[in-house]
Nanobody, 123 residues
Framework: QVQLVESGGGLVQAGGSLRLSCAAS????????MGWFRQTPRKEREFVAA????????RYADSVKGRFTISRDNAKNTVYLQMNNLAPEDTAGYYC????????????????WGQGTQVTVSS
């Protein structure tokens, strides 16, 4: 019903920046909370950030607060994740997700997921 496609991942040096995009197809995009999660083979899926349907409210993991910014453009059906001052610990596959359960931090509350985009930060 809702398809999500991430882009913008790549290789960057520590201290650098990347901007991820997630393009959504489907109806009622503005009714969905949009979130970003990341995952490595050795770790559980980790909440990164979420934004409310109208873009007024945001929530961030402590590990990225002050460095990452989530935003959305409902006219373009797109959500963004601006990542600044990247560190090797940020290396992961990044996934966008859509849900209707508020600014929750657990992955089980998000119904739709993108295919992911890889972010690699060199030290």
């Amino acid at each position: 019903q809702v398809q999500l496609v991430e882009s913008g991942g790549g290789l960057v040096q520590a201290g650098g920046s990347l901007r991820l995009s997630c393009a959504a197809s489907g109806r009622s995009f503005s009714s969905y909370v949009m979130g970003w999660f990341r995952q490595t083979p050795r770790k559980e899926r980790e909440f990164v950030a979420a934004i409310s349907g109208a873009g007024i409210n945001t929530r961030y993991a402590d590990s990225v607060k002050g460095r990452f910014t989530i935003s959305r453009d409902n006219a373009k059906n797109t959500v963004y994740l601006q990542m600044n001052n990247l560190a090797p610990e940020d290396t992961a596959g990044y996934y966008c997700a859509a849900g209707r359960s508020g600014l929750v931090t657990t992955s089980d509350r998000y119904a739709y997921w993108g295919q992911g985009t890889q972010v690699t930060v060199s030290s």
